[in-house]
Protein backbone atom coordinates (compact mmCIF):
# COMPACT_ATOMS: atom_id res chain seq x y z
CA UNK A 1 0.00 0.00 0.00
CA UNK A 2 3.15 2.43 0.89
CA UNK A 3 4.26 1.75 -2.47
CA UNK A 4 1.17 2.59 -4.46
CA UNK A 5 0.73 5.68 -2.59
CA UNK A 6 4.87 6.56 -3.25
CA UNK A 7 4.59 6.11 -6.88
CA UNK A 8 1.15 7.61 -7.36
CA UNK A 9 2.85 10.69 -5.56
CA UNK A 10 5.81 10.13 -7.61
CA UNK A 11 3.34 9.69 -10.84
CA UNK A 12 1.34 13.26 -9.85
CA UNK A 13 4.70 15.40 -9.13
CA UNK A 14 5.73 14.15 -13.02
CA UNK A 15 2.53 14.89 -14.07
CA UNK A 16 2.28 18.38 -12.55
CA UNK A 17 5.18 19.87 -13.62
CA UNK A 18 5.06 17.98 -17.53
CA UNK A 19 1.54 20.19 -17.27
CA UNK A 20 3.40 23.28 -15.64
CA UNK A 21 6.12 23.09 -18.16
CA UNK A 22 3.27 22.54 -21.21
CA UNK A 23 1.62 25.27 -20.03
CA UNK A 24 4.82 27.85 -20.28
CA UNK A 25 4.95 26.37 -23.90
CA UNK A 26 1.45 27.00 -24.88
CA UNK A 27 1.77 30.82 -23.40
CA UNK A 28 4.70 31.35 -25.48
CA UNK A 29 3.24 29.80 -28.28
CA UNK A 30 0.34 31.90 -27.85
CA UNK A 31 2.48 34.86 -27.96
CA UNK A 32 4.25 34.24 -30.75
CA UNK A 33 0.87 33.58 -32.32
CA UNK A 34 -0.08 37.24 -31.73
CA UNK A 35 2.88 38.75 -32.77
CA UNK A 36 2.33 36.75 -36.49
CA UNK A 37 -1.04 38.49 -36.64
CA UNK A 38 0.49 42.10 -36.71
CA UNK A 39 1.40 42.91 -40.51
CA UNK A 40 4.81 43.80 -41.81
CA UNK A 41 3.97 46.95 -43.74
CA UNK A 42 4.84 48.17 -46.84
CA UNK A 43 8.24 49.32 -45.97
CA UNK A 44 9.45 46.03 -44.64
CA UNK A 45 8.12 44.44 -47.76
CA UNK A 46 9.70 46.75 -50.17
CA UNK A 47 13.03 45.96 -48.03
CA UNK A 48 12.61 42.42 -48.20
CA UNK A 49 11.98 42.15 -51.80
CA UNK A 50 14.64 44.37 -52.77
CA UNK A 51 17.76 42.05 -50.92
CA UNK A 52 16.15 39.18 -53.01
CA UNK A 53 16.11 41.56 -56.06
CA UNK A 54 17.72 45.00 -56.53
CA UNK A 55 15.80 46.94 -59.07
CA UNK A 56 12.59 49.95 -58.98
CA UNK A 57 9.76 49.11 -57.01
CA UNK A 58 7.18 49.70 -59.59
CA UNK A 59 3.89 49.27 -57.32
CA UNK A 60 3.37 46.98 -53.80
CA UNK A 61 0.32 45.66 -52.73
CA UNK A 62 -1.03 43.46 -49.97
CA UNK A 63 -3.14 40.09 -51.66
CA UNK A 64 -4.65 37.19 -49.88
CA UNK A 65 -4.74 33.69 -51.38
CA UNK A 66 -5.78 30.19 -50.15
CA UNK A 67 -5.81 31.80 -46.43
CA UNK A 68 -2.32 33.10 -47.30
CA UNK A 69 -1.39 36.76 -47.18
CA UNK A 70 1.35 38.59 -49.00
CA UNK A 71 2.76 41.36 -50.38
CA UNK A 72 2.94 41.23 -53.74
CA UNK A 73 6.27 43.75 -54.53
CA UNK A 74 6.48 44.39 -58.21
CA UNK A 75 10.37 45.36 -59.12
CA UNK A 76 11.69 46.50 -62.70
CA UNK A 77 15.71 45.41 -63.65
CA UNK A 78 17.29 45.09 -66.81
CA UNK A 79 13.99 45.10 -68.75
CA UNK A 80 12.36 42.17 -66.52
CA UNK A 81 9.60 42.35 -64.23
CA UNK A 82 9.78 40.60 -61.11
CA UNK A 83 7.01 39.56 -58.62
CA UNK A 84 8.04 39.02 -55.59
CA UNK A 85 5.55 37.47 -53.13
CA UNK A 86 6.83 38.67 -49.36
CA UNK A 87 4.54 36.82 -46.45
CA UNK A 88 2.80 39.77 -44.81
CA UNK A 89 3.38 38.35 -41.31
CA UNK A 90 6.44 36.66 -41.26
CA UNK A 91 8.70 38.39 -44.21
CA UNK A 92 9.38 35.13 -45.59
CA UNK A 93 9.83 35.67 -49.29
CA UNK A 94 7.64 33.28 -51.12
CA UNK A 95 7.38 33.42 -54.44
CA UNK A 96 9.78 35.44 -56.94
CA UNK A 97 8.38 35.11 -60.77
CA UNK A 98 10.63 36.71 -63.36
CA UNK A 99 9.38 38.10 -67.06
CA UNK A 100 10.48 39.91 -69.39
CA UNK A 101 9.59 43.72 -69.22
CA UNK A 102 6.70 44.42 -72.00
CA UNK A 103 4.90 46.70 -70.11
CA UNK A 104 3.37 49.37 -72.05
CA UNK A 105 0.93 50.79 -69.13
CA UNK A 106 1.38 54.20 -67.30
CA UNK A 107 3.14 52.59 -64.00
CA UNK A 108 5.85 54.05 -62.87
CA UNK A 109 8.84 53.28 -60.58
CA UNK A 110 8.39 54.30 -56.81
CA UNK A 111 11.92 55.18 -56.07
CA UNK A 112 12.94 57.97 -59.17
CA UNK A 113 11.26 61.22 -59.94
CA UNK A 114 10.75 60.95 -64.11
CA UNK A 115 13.76 63.44 -65.06
CA UNK A 116 11.92 66.24 -66.24
CA UNK A 117 9.23 66.59 -62.99
CA UNK A 118 9.84 66.97 -59.48
CA UNK A 119 7.49 64.31 -57.48
CA UNK A 120 6.91 63.53 -53.87
CA UNK A 121 8.43 60.42 -52.56
CA UNK A 122 6.54 57.23 -51.75
CA UNK A 123 7.10 58.00 -47.96
CA UNK A 124 5.59 61.32 -48.52
CA UNK A 125 2.73 60.19 -50.06
CA UNK A 126 1.99 57.57 -47.46
CA UNK A 127 2.31 60.33 -44.88
CA UNK A 128 -0.09 62.59 -46.90
CA UNK A 129 -2.64 59.79 -46.93
CA UNK A 130 -2.39 59.03 -43.07
CA UNK A 131 -3.20 62.21 -42.12
CA UNK A 132 -6.19 61.90 -44.58
CA UNK A 133 -7.23 58.54 -43.17
CA UNK A 134 -6.41 56.32 -39.76
CA UNK A 135 -5.53 52.92 -41.35
CA UNK A 136 -2.35 50.72 -42.67
CA UNK A 137 -1.79 51.16 -46.21
CA UNK A 138 -2.15 48.00 -47.94
CA UNK A 139 -1.32 49.20 -51.67
CA UNK A 140 0.62 51.87 -53.37
CA UNK A 141 1.73 52.83 -57.50
CA UNK A 142 3.02 55.88 -59.22
CA UNK A 143 0.71 56.10 -62.35
CA UNK A 144 0.55 58.74 -64.81
CA UNK A 145 -3.05 60.59 -65.56
CA UNK A 146 -3.02 62.88 -68.14
CA UNK A 147 0.30 63.52 -68.31
CA UNK A 148 0.28 64.08 -64.27
CA UNK A 149 2.11 62.04 -61.90
CA UNK A 150 -0.41 60.92 -59.27
CA UNK A 151 0.07 58.27 -56.33
CA UNK A 152 -2.88 55.72 -55.84
CA UNK A 153 -3.17 54.34 -52.32
CA UNK A 154 -5.05 52.21 -50.66
CA UNK A 155 -5.86 51.97 -46.67
CA UNK A 156 -7.35 49.13 -44.86
CA UNK A 157 -8.99 51.22 -41.77
CA UNK A 158 -11.13 49.87 -38.79
CA UNK A 159 -14.29 50.35 -40.89
CA UNK A 160 -13.23 49.25 -44.10
CA UNK A 161 -11.30 50.45 -46.32
CA UNK A 162 -10.11 54.02 -48.04
CA UNK A 163 -8.94 54.72 -51.62
CA UNK A 164 -6.80 58.04 -51.89
CA UNK A 165 -5.15 59.77 -54.83
CA UNK A 166 -2.88 62.16 -54.41
CA UNK A 167 -1.31 64.66 -56.89
CA UNK A 168 2.70 63.55 -56.81
CA UNK A 169 3.61 67.44 -57.62
CA UNK A 170 1.17 69.40 -55.99
CA UNK A 171 0.68 67.13 -52.60
CA UNK A 172 -2.72 67.84 -52.90
CA UNK A 173 -5.88 64.95 -52.76
CA UNK A 174 -7.41 64.82 -55.66
CA UNK A 175 -9.75 61.39 -54.95
CA UNK A 176 -11.20 60.23 -51.26
CA UNK A 177 -12.84 56.98 -51.26
CA UNK A 178 -13.82 55.48 -48.00
CA UNK A 179 -15.52 52.07 -48.43
CA UNK A 180 -17.33 51.08 -44.65
CA UNK A 181 -16.98 47.63 -45.25
CA UNK A 182 -14.72 45.52 -46.67
CA UNK A 183 -16.48 42.70 -49.17
CA UNK A 184 -13.63 42.42 -51.41
CA UNK A 185 -10.67 40.23 -48.60
CA UNK A 186 -10.47 40.06 -45.04
CA UNK A 187 -7.11 40.85 -45.49
CA UNK A 188 -5.98 41.13 -41.84
CA UNK A 189 -5.97 37.48 -41.08
CA UNK A 190 -9.08 37.24 -38.52
CA UNK A 191 -11.69 34.52 -39.27
CA UNK A 192 -14.62 36.80 -38.53
Known sequence: MKKIVTMTL???VVLGGTLAINHG???EDSQKASQAKELIGIEKAKEVALSKVEGTVESIELEKNFSK????VDIDKDQKDYDIDVDAYTAEI???DENWDDDDDDDRNLQAAPANQSIITEEEAIEIAKKQVTGEVVEISLDEDDERYEYDLELKTKDGKAE???DAETKKVTELE???HDDDNDDDGDDD
Open 10 to 12: AAA
Open 164 to 166: ITI
Open 69 to 72: TYYE
Open 178 to 180: MDD
Open 94 to 96: LKV
Open 25 to 27: YAK
